[in-house]
């Protein structure tokens, strides 16, 4: 079963615009860590936010910020402002429990293109 | 400054051959990862390592060994017996103290002719 879901292969964007990047994840343990990377067309992967199960406000930085709603088990990229810079794949990844692997599952992924 | 560093950049191999992967840390890093990417897919786990001399298989080893004799060091080789190794292939470390996020290198994108 898919442990993380992105469920928007792509998307489009008007620069200068807000856009949501939908991410639903499955686990059963209490604690656990959500992240969003990008990749642009390079490859490298650049980390951008992180959640933890047990953080009581959603988590922001910069232009980025989490909507996350565990009841859902939802941990949406909400990217305010977008720019053309920001055109790129968008991963969310969760790490699983509390045990000492740092171990992430990766979801399929989103390409998000940003318009002039 | 501190990073992950993978080389080659770009790696072409014949069949039948073994190919071996660098990837140097200096972030003093206590794990080490290694990933696979198909083209328009996510990631998946290939072999991780939290400790010198000491490695786990991911969800896709066959084909693939490790080894981790130094902190900083976690070279991946690709050997015969993996049957479609074309593919781009990410290291990455992290503390194990935090399990916050890891830190990627800038990837080897291996091409078997």
């Known amino acids: 079963a898919q442990k993380i879901t992105q469920t928007q292969p792509g998307m489009f964007v008007q620069e200068k615009e807000a856009v949501t990047l939908d991410c639903t994840y499955d686990?059963?343990?209490?604690?656990?860590?959500l992240f969003w990377y990008k990749q642009p067309s390079s490859g490298e992967m650049i980390f951008l936010i992180y959640q933890g199960s047990y953080d009581q406000q959603n988590a922001t930085e910069g232009r980025y910020s989490l909507n996350f709603q565990k009841a859902r088990k939802s941990a949406n990229l909400v990217i305010s402002a977008s720019q053309l810079g920001d055109s790129a794949m968008y991963f969310c990844a969760m790490r699983e429990g509390t045990g000492n692997t740092g171990k992430l599952i990766f979801g399929q992924g989103t390409t998000l293109q940003v318009k002039p | 400054d501190g990073g992950i560093t993978q080389s080659p950049k770009y790696l072409f191999r014949k069949e039948g051959q073994n190919v071996t992967l660098s990837c140097e840390q200096n972030?003093?890093?206590?794990?080490m990862y290694w990933y696979r990417q198909d083209p328009g897919q996510g990631l998946r786990l290939i072999y991780y390592s939290q400790i010198v001399n000491d490695f786990q298989k991911g969800d896709i080893a066959e084909g693939y060994s490790v080894s981790r004799e130094k902190k900083e060091s976690f070279p991946l080789t690709v050997t015969s017996a993996q049957k479609n190794p074309t593919a781009f292939y990410l290291c990455?470390?992290?503390?194990?103290?935090?399990?916050?996020?890891?830190?990627f290198g800038p990837g080897t994108r291996l091409t078997v002719l």
């Open positions: 972030l003093n890093h206590d794990a």
């Open positions: 686990t059963s343990d209490p604690s656990y860590g």
């Open positions: 990455a470390s992290s503390k194990l103290d935090t399990l916050n996020e890891q830190f």
